[in-house]
T-cell receptor, first 114, second 114 residues
Framework: AQSVTQLGSHVSVSEGALVLLRCNYS??????LFWYVQYPNQGLQLLLK??????LVKGINGFEAEFKKSETSFHLTKPSAHMSDAAEYFC????????????FGTGTRLQVTL | NAGVMQNPRHLVRRRGQEARLRCSPM?????VYWYRQLPEEGLKFMVY????????ESGMPKERFSAEFPKEGPSILRIQQVVRGDSAAYFC????????????FGDGTRLSIL
C-alpha cells in the first residue's frame, strides 16, 4: 500500500522568501512521485514529476523537488516566492510501471504575503 | 489542443435524484481516472478506465456509484439516489498509453446535494 504525508496544512511565506513544502511517502515498490498545484475552483496542474534518473527534478514556475530515497521524501522548493504562487499544493505517488492511480497527500495551502 | 473537459462545472441535485458527470479526455488519451475531493481534503481515487473496460474500481463505493467509458463518447460517472454526503468536487484525469505518463486533470464538477 502507498501513502503520502504532507507536513503542514498551511504555510505562509513572504514574497521573495524561500518556499519549502514537505512531502514524505510510503511505498513498497519504487515510486513515481508528483507535485500538483490547484488554484481556486480549478483542476490540478502538474508542476513536476520524478520517475527514474536524476533525483533533482525541475518543474514549471521555478519549482523543483528532490527525491531522497533514504529519507522517503520529495520536498518541493522555490528560491523566491511570488504572489501568484499562492495556491494549494498536492504531493502524489503512483506505482511504477504502466499507468495507474495516484495516491494524494492532504495538501498544503501556500499563502504569500507582502 | 483542448484539455480534459468536464461538464457540468456545477450540479445541484436533491436527495434521491441521480447525478451524471461527464468527462472528455484529452485528444489521444485512452486512460481515464475519476477522483473525489471532499472539502479541505486531498483527492481520493475512485476508478480507472480504458475504452470499454474498468481497470481498477477499488476506490468506488460499493453501492449507487458506477462509471463507464464507452467506445464512442465521454466517460460518465453516475451516482444514483444521491445523499448529502455525496457533495464534493469530482475530478477527471486522463493520460495517454505508455509508461511514465502523467495524468492531466479537468476543472472538476462541483456536486451539491440539497
Amino acid at each position: 500500500a502507498q501513502s503520502v504525508t504532507q507536513l503542514g496544512s498551511h504555510v505562509s511565506v513572504s514574497e521573495g522568501a524561500l518556499v519549502l513544502l514537505r512531502c514524505n511517502y510510503s511505498s513498497s515498490v519504487p515510486p513515481y512521485l508528483f507535485w500538483y498545484v490547484q488554484y481556486p475552483n480549478q483542476g490540478l496542474q502538474l508542476l513536476l514529476k520524478y520517475t527514474t534518473g536524476a533525483t533533482l527534478v525541475k518543474g514549471i514556475n521555478g519549482f523543483e523537488a528532490e527525491f531522497k530515497k533514504s529519507e522517503t521524501s520529495f520536498h518541493l522548493t522555490k528560491p523566491s516566492a511570488h504572489m501568484s504562487d499562492a495556491a494549494e499544493y498536492f504531493c502524489a505517488v503512483s506505482h511504477t510501471g504502466t499507468a495507474s492511480k495516484l495516491t494524494f497527500g492532504t495538501g498544503t495551502r501556500l499563502q504569500v504575503t507582502l | 489542443n483542448a484539455g480534459v473537459m468536464q461538464n457540468p462545472r456545477h450540479l445541484v441535485r436533491r436527495r434521491g435524484q441521480e447525478a451524471r458527470l461527464r468527462c472528455s479526455p484529452m485528444k489521444g488519451h485512452s486512460h481515464v481516472y475519476w477522483y473525489r475531493q471532499l472539502p479541505e481534503e486531498g483527492l481520493k481515487f475512485m476508478v480507472y478506465l480504458q475504452k470499454e473496460n474498468i481497470i481498477d474500481e477499488s476506490g468506488m463505493p460499493k453501492e449507487r456509484f458506477s462509471a463507464e467509458f464507452p467506445k464512442e463518447g465521454p466517460s460518465i460517472l453516475r451516482i444514483q439516489q444521491v445523499v448529502r454526503g455525496d457533495s464534493a468536487a469530482y475530478f477527471c484525469a486522463s493520460s495517454p498509453e505508455g509508461r511514465n505518463q502523467p495524468q492531466h486533470f479537468g476543472d472538476g464538477t462541483r456536486l451539491s446535494i440539497l
